[in-house]
């Protein structure tokens, strides 16, 4: 312990320089995007007009527009999905098919996006055939994608706090009558509020990200952010492309910040309550 | 009245609770289990020019119900010498990168853990956080530091270090680079959640009892956060072998991939059921690793 103090040790030296290989490549990108020229990779000066030029790009805006509206809706249809699961998982003992049900919750996180993807379309063209729906590929096939994957994120991290809660409050509601529903509604989810928070953030933002089951699903008239960059992307490096990163760091960057503030705040008031319970 | 009062307690009890239950499990059986046995099923069946293109599985006619299972796709993949090359080399780019990967993120988990409690909060955070933001714009981003006129041979170049440029883009080297700094985050999360559980107590006894530093780590650190490392390791090695972007963007000629060839066996050539057969191949070879995930998983979310 001793020695550790005097000299960084090399575990801290790795956590350090771990970190820079992070986000070394994320600040080239940033610093590249207020570059002159048209090569991403030559300095010519300052400039802002990749941003004029982002913003003038129907094509990009009009498929932010539709990422967002895909990733709002999935993420609170993933939420609930997935909130469900986690309950059924942690609260209902055993039942018939609890095994097929985790393996279903855990499987998507690992689960190569090729396959799913081209699983996901094959069941989508097999539904037109048989029921005449979905007649054409797109935002409804795209949500149905999203809310699928999504909701397995949600699941381990509902069930994660789930699991921390206290269950004695539930049982007592229980014991003093009050039906399961309303205990569900009433006792347990104000306590798991952050979990599914945290949740509908993460399945937002993995919707928001996807590409490789987005492009298997989707149709002719729907293109989600990560199709138009990709576009983009295949054919060389482009300093619109820098500029659209930096916004997209800059947004999750300050709400990281935000949602840290929220974790501390919350933290230190719970600090005081235990600190003024004993003070009593 | 006795009937309809034990059937409205049943039905209290159990429709409620059996609808609970069904919603999620409808779900992801009608959205990920059976969309499984539909690749199975076009993997069988024949390629055909037609909207869907493939050919049908039982067809009904002369009064004769015929059943074609067509091999032929999987007999295909292993004449062709591309296929098996391609999985080959996504096992063995995704194990390179998974073990680099375990390399930069157990010290890091580790460190982690170890520092004080307010900086935890802060340190997990900013591991998670390029998570959260593309994962295609961080691939980007390594386009433009490794292409040959990229920052690192500009550099290079610039110090007169090298005279002509380093070829470090479309390479082995710029695949397995994508891979570890994209999965990087997911490696070092469940490492750092096994690390805080660890007893400290139990270090201190084994330091009090004589152990040296590193038996100490090898003998009980590293037993005890297998969980992690296992965990880590999958989650990484998993969705690597079937990775597309990274090799499609940062990959060449050389690096040859099974989710690159599978992508465009189904939206360059068209062929379906070639595609789906790729699919349940990659699918039987990750059986373990993710039936190995699973089993961890499973434990930890139900336990």
Known sequence: MMRSRRRPSFTTVMLVLGLLFLYLPMVVLVVYSFNESRLVTVWAGFSTQWYGELFRDQQILSAVWTSLEIAFFAASMAVCLGTVAAFVMTRYGHFRGKTALSSMVTAPLVMPEVITGLSLLLLFVQMAQLIGWPADRGMATIWIAHTTFCSAYVAVVVAARLREVDRSIEEAAMDLGSPPVKTFFFVTLPVIAPALAAGWLLAFTLSLDDLVITSFVSGPGANTLPMVVFSSVRMGVSPKINALATLIILTVSLATLLAWYFMRRSEAKRQSVIQQGEGV | ?303
């Open chain 2, 1 to 303: 009245m006795m009937p309809s009062r034990i059937a409205g307690f049943i039905k209290r009890l159990h429709l409620g609770r059996r609808a609970v239950i069904a919603f999620p499990l409808v779900w992801l059986t009608l959205f990920f289990l059976l969309p499984f046995a539909l690749v199975l099923k076009i993997s069988l069946s024949e390629s055909a020019i037609a909207i869907p293109p493939y050919g049908p599985l039982v067809e009904y006619a002369d009064q004769t119900l015929n059943i074609f299972l067509n091999l032929g796709n999987y007999l295909f993949l292993l004449s062709d010498s591309l296929y098996v090359a391609a999985y080959w080399g996504s096992i063995k780019t995704a194990f390179v990168a998974t073990v680099v990967c375990l390399l930069i993120g157990y010290p890091m988990a580790y460190a982690m853990a170890r520092a004080p409690g307010r900086l935890q909060l802060i340190l997990l955070l900013l591991v998670m956080l390029p998570s959260w933001t593309s994962f295609l714009i961080r691939v980007y981003a390594w386009m433009g530091i490794l292409s040959n006129s990229g920052l690192i041979n500009n550099l290079l170049m610039g110090l007169g270090v090298i005279d002509s440029p380093l070829r470090m883009m479309n390479t082995q080297f710029s695949v397995i680079v994508g891979i570890v700094y994209a999965y990087l985050p997911f490696m070092v999360l469940p490492l750092y959640a096994h690390l805080t559980r660890l007893d400290n107590s139990l270090l201190e006894a084994a330091s009090d009892l004589g152990s040296r530093k590193l038996n100490t780590f090898l003998k009980v650190t590293l037993p005890l956060s297998m969980g992690g490392i296992i965990a880590g390791s999958m989650l990484v090695f998993i969705p690597a072998v079937g990775e597309f972007v990274i090799p499609e963007l940062l990959g060449g000629p050389d690096t040859l991939m099974i989710g690159k060839v599978l992508w465009e066996e189904f939206f360059l050539n068209r062929d379906w059921p070639v595609a789906s057969a790729l699919a349940m191949v990659m699918l039987l070879l990750l059986l373990v690793p993710i039936v190995w995930f699973h089993r961890y998983q499973s434990r930890e979310l139900e336990e």
